[in-house]
């Protein structure tokens, strides 16, 4: 029981598949400019998609994101607004550098930031929801594999952006022009320094939305509880500096030795959890925190000869979380169940909250082009105006605008052309794109519950997994046909590569949770 980190990994690769083939779908819209199905699909997107299946698959979303406290849906809300900017300035990426460097270099900038920066913040910022810091992972030998892995996946990402610039700059020099016809290498990495680090401020805004999870599960454990007879009370989430503070004091009573020389309110549950401190340890701790780890140490100790319900519960990242599956186990509750119906959809959400955060940036853009391109109109129209008719849009893999969509033609060169726009196609073809970008993330939230403590990993997997199918969609689409052997060898190389780095930041998740290689093959073969 607890985290199958190849699942995890199974579920981002998902999460890339969906990511890879959105734009699919929006082929075949016709005579729609870009901001107005791209608006469309977005509202799928952001706003159906996230509260209907966060309705269906959870419990009460609307009280669990009501009880959150200002800050946390603040910092999830505004990160998501920080990766709609960087989305929207993707295109500014593709057109100075071209889409195959591009791409590269943005989404290994957004790699790097979103996985590493979490982990690093949280050695300044102990409230950062994230569980160990950066130094504390480096310093076990899982996590220097899991690290390892992030690092080969960067590699592989430097490897296929390095096939794109092969790839680009074999290109026959008219076709060069017409593809990268403004290519400035200063301005696009500078560009796509800012998009990289804008788009990883979904990596961000999920961590900031770590608490939302948390009660979301919580809450779904306490209605089956109340359901089946079970009376449980949720105490609240402790203040984080606080319960550090009385672990500090705990440690200097005696228990230094057990906690080490930087002894955290983490530690102390994980040393309780391991057995390393027993509840008689903790018994004299007084004030209202002291007697809630000392209850809970008591409980867990009548429960941890259950295997698989104590890697369920040492796994719960938060707590409240924790007294109160503990309290369900002791009353009789099966919380193996409970955890195997809920806990893939514990992070839904929390996409309501970020997803609502880009939704704005983007609604915000594609309103003010609507108004300058005088589009808004093709929402309701049965049919195109003249001056729209010989209109291109395009939207790349991140919906970024390319600026020549949406600039009026000569309306003397659509004169004969067939104005009339299929409406209910567009809206399906566009739900369809919405509602397939709108899993990614899903797939995401789905895989993030299985990688245990390098959950940190999960934005580097889900962008190496961007790019292998991002690439597959590629090769389909014979964006590669005409490049040379080097160029073809490279980017197969890069998906290899990027490839194992997935295998890597697995294996090294299941060695944080004491799996040996052997259990691994059983893991995988059964």
């Known amino acids: 029981m607890g985290a199958n980190p190849f699942l995890g990994v199974f579920f981002h690769w998902l999460g890339g598949l969906a990511s890879g083939s959105f734009y699919v779908p929006y082929k075949g819209v016709k005579k729609w400019s870009w901001e107005t199905y791209w608006l469309v699909g977005g509202f799928f997107s952001w706003i159906i998609c996230p509260w209907v299946l966060s ?63 979490p982990p690093i913040f949280k050695v300044f910022i102990p409230s950062v929801p994230v569980q160990e810091t950066i130094v504390q992972i480096a ?30 700059r074999e290109m026959p020099e008219e076709q060069k022009k017409k593809a990268i016809a403004e290519f400035n290498f200063t301005k696009g990495i500078l560009v796509a320094t800012f998009s ?22 919580k ?45 955290t309110f983490g530690r102390l549950i994980e040393a309780i959890e391991n057995g390393t401190v027993t509840s008689m340890d903790v018994a004299s701790s007084g004030g209202g925190i002291g007697e809630r780890w000392t209850a809970y140490a008591t409980g867990f100790e009548k429960i941890k000869t259950n295997q698989d319900l104590a890697t369920i519960i040492k796994d719960l990242k938060d707590f409240s979380l924790k007294e109160v599956a503990l309290g369900i186990a002791l009353g009789g509750g099966d919380v193996i169940a409970l955890h195997k119906k809920y806990d893939l959809w514990q992070g839904l959400p929390v996409l309501v909250v970020v997803l609502l955060g880009g939704f704005t940036t983007n609604f915000v853009w594609c309103v003010l082009l609507n108004l300058k391109n005088r589009s808004g109109y093709q929402y309701f129209a049965s049919h195109l105006r003249p001056e729209h008719a010989a209109l291109v849009a395009s939207a790349n893999a991140h919906g970024s605008v390319d600026e020549n969509a949406g600039a009026a033609k000569s309306a003397a060169s659509s004169v004969g052309a067939n104005l009339k726009i299929p409406v209910l196609a567009n809206y399906l073809f566009s739900a369809l794109a919405g509602t397939t970008w709108y899993f990614q993330f899903f797939f995401y939230q789905m895989g993030t519950t299985q990688m245990g403590k390098f959950d940190f990993a999960s934005w580097t997997l889900h962008m190496a997994s961007i790019i292998i199918f991002s690439t597959i969609w590629g090769w389909i689409f014979h964006e590669w046909k005409g490049a040379s052997r080097k160029a073809h060898g490279l980017i197969a190389v890069g998906i290899a590569t990027l490839i194992l780095s997935t295998v890597v930041i697995g294996y090294g998740t299941l060695r944080n949770g004491g799996q040996t290689l052997h259990d691994v093959i059983k893991m995988v073969f059964g």
């Open 55 to 117: 309705s269906l698959l959870t419990h009460n979303v609307v009280g669990v994101l009501g009880q959150q406290s200002g800050s946390t849906l603040f910092w999830t809300y505004f990160f998501g607004a920080m990766w709609g900017f960087g989305g929207l300035t993707f295109g500014l990426t593709m057109r100075y550098l071209g889409m195959s460097l591009g791409m590269g270099v943005a989404l290994g900038y957004c790699a790097a930031f979103g996985t590493l920066m």
């Open 219 to 263: 809450a779904c454990f306490l209605h089956e509880a109340a359901a089946r007879g079970v009376a449980i009370q949720d105490k609240g989430r402790l203040d984080p500096i606080a319960a550090d503070k009385a672990a500090v004091d705990l440690a200097a009573l005696g228990l230094s030795a057990k906690l080490g020389v930087k002894p």
């Open 139 to 168: 310093s076990t030998r899982p996590g220097q594999i899991t690290l390892g892995g992030v690092a080969v996946c960067l590699l592989g990402i430097a490897i296929a952006a390095l096939a794109g610039l092969t790839k680009e």
């Open 196 to 217: 990289g680090i804008m788009s990883a401020g979904f990596s961000f805004a999920l961590t900031a939305g770590g608490p939302i999870k948390a009660d979301s599960l």
